[in-house]
């Protein structure tokens, strides 16, 4: 299977990856006033796991010239995947992995409380580690350098988050692969200093709109124009704030690590798979046109480029290598990716439901992580059939230790 289909759209061509996997209604509008815009480059792109997202679908691929779309790029700049193989194999870990759990759960700070004020779990109570001081330093500048310009996107959390892993779904995981090795493999992004630069600068994109009577099919599709200030300013936030994700990451497999070799003495990491974004915009040379590329939900997959498909917490997950298709702009999907809204989960599943499909896997099983259930996502096996020309799989894991935020 694989290819792609053409979606009908009164702009831009829209090519789809989804044979086989179902979309809403919801998100094909979406689509099609992403392409209605004057800007968009030859065609639009969409991954297998396309779902609705403020402003413009998760799982889409966006080629703009002259201009970017910061609602596109979204809220949570530079989220994406690491993965490591280790020298542990299958048979060294315990039977029982709730220890191995907590320890990771204590290491790495997660979830939200207090509304993320003094006291909020999900930030360092204390000094953070040593690797995540060391990963600040060469990113302080920056950061002074772009609140100083623009003073609202500001957060007290931007140490204090480095290193954590948030809410929704990210997580960290232990997998094993075909082969019976063990996997470290983690999901987050740039913390609430992500959050809040992308928040500013999409607000700050729709008051140039009304400033300049611009119409839009939504509001959320606001963009700054290459040259602007707000183009300028923006551009250099969310480059600092994709370092910042990739340093999150960085630091989260360091403590992760550290926990297993308290376990493991002789631990070694066999293989570096990836450290890769998924939300995200980077200038690239597509179609013989230099274009701001924005992958929403989305991985790149040059040619040979190793890049990671997680599934849901039950589902298997996948180490893919990029076969370099000129018309995804060389992009793969970054998920299973939603097929229900976090509230229609909880409506439709029960906490035995959620139990049983977890069977297996060492990880929360409690009503507040419903709406995260493997039944809330799409089929992974049909996900990766429809984009059988974009990747191939180098590795299949599946999931035996999962912590959630």
């Known amino acids: 299977m694989g290819g792609f289909t053409h979606i009908e759209s009164g702009g831009a061509p829209i090519k789809a990856w989804t044979q086989g996997v179902p979309i809403e209604d919801s998100a094909l509008k979406q689509l099609r006033n992403v392409a209605s815009l004057p800007f968009i480059h030859k065609h639009v792109a969409v991954m297998p796991d396309v779902h609705w997202g403020m402003g413009a679908t998760v799982g889409s691929v966006i080629p703009t010239y002259k201009a970017i779309i910061p609602a596109a790029v979204g809220v949570d700049i530079g989220c994406g995947m690491m993965a490591v193989r280790t020298s542990i194999r299958a048979e060294h870990l315990p039977d029982n992995l709730f220890g191995i759990r ?99 600068f999409i607000e700050r994109a729709k008051h140039e709109m009304r400033r300049w009577f611009i ?47 308290r376990t493991f003495p002789d631990l070694a990491v066999t293989e570096h798979a990836v450290n890769c974004h998924h939300n995200y915009v980077s200038r690239e040379k597509h179609f013989g046109k230099d274009v701001y590329l924005t992958r929403k ?51 439709r599943f029960t906490l035995a439901d959620h139990v049983a499909a977890t069977a297996g896997v060492e990880c929360r099983k409690d009503a507040d992580v419903i709406d995260e259930t493997p039944m809330a996502y799409k089929d992974i096996d049909a996900v990766m059939t429809a984009q059988s020309d974009l990747v191939d799989i180098v590795h299949t894991l599946r999931q035996v230790v999962c912590v959630k935020g």
């Not at 929704?168 to 082969?179: I, Q, S, Y």
């Not at 602007?228 to 989260?252: H, I, P, T």
């Not at 190793?306 to 076969?323: D, H, N, Y």
Request: charged letters at 25%; hydrophobic letters at 35%; glycine letters at 14%.
């Open 102 to 200: 907590s320890d990771i759960e204590a290491a790495v700070p997660h979830g939200r409380t207090d509304n993320g004020g003094r006291n909020d779990k999900g930030a360092w109570q204390v000094e953070p580690p040593a690797i995540a001081a060391e990963k600040w330093a060469g990113l302080k500048d920056g950061y002074d350098d772009i609140v100083a310009r623009s003073p609202k996107a500001a957060h007290p959390r931007g140490y204090g988050h480095l290193g954590t892993l948030g809410t929704g779904n990210h997580f960290v995981e232990l997998c094993l692969d075909e082969a019976g090795d063990v996997w470290v493999m983690l999901h987050s992004g740039s913390r609430g200093v992500g959050n809040r630069f992308g928040t500013y």
């Open 297 to 347: 939900g989305a991985v790149s997959a040059k040619d040979g480029e190793l890049g990671i498909i997680p599934g849901s917490m039950g589902a298997k997950s996948f180490i893919v290598r990029g076969k370099g298709n000129p018309d995804s702009f060389c992009t793969c999907s970054h998920g299973a990716g939603r097929a229900m809204s976090r509230n229609e989960a909880k409506r």
């Open 215 to 261: 119409n839009l099919p939504d509001e959320d599709l606001a963009y700054f124009a290459e040259g602007s200030e707000g183009f300028n300013d923006y551009v250099r936030a969310v480059a600092w704030a994709q370092k910042y994700a990739l340093a999150n990451r960085e630091v989260m497999m360091d403590q992760v690590l550290g926990v297993l070799k």
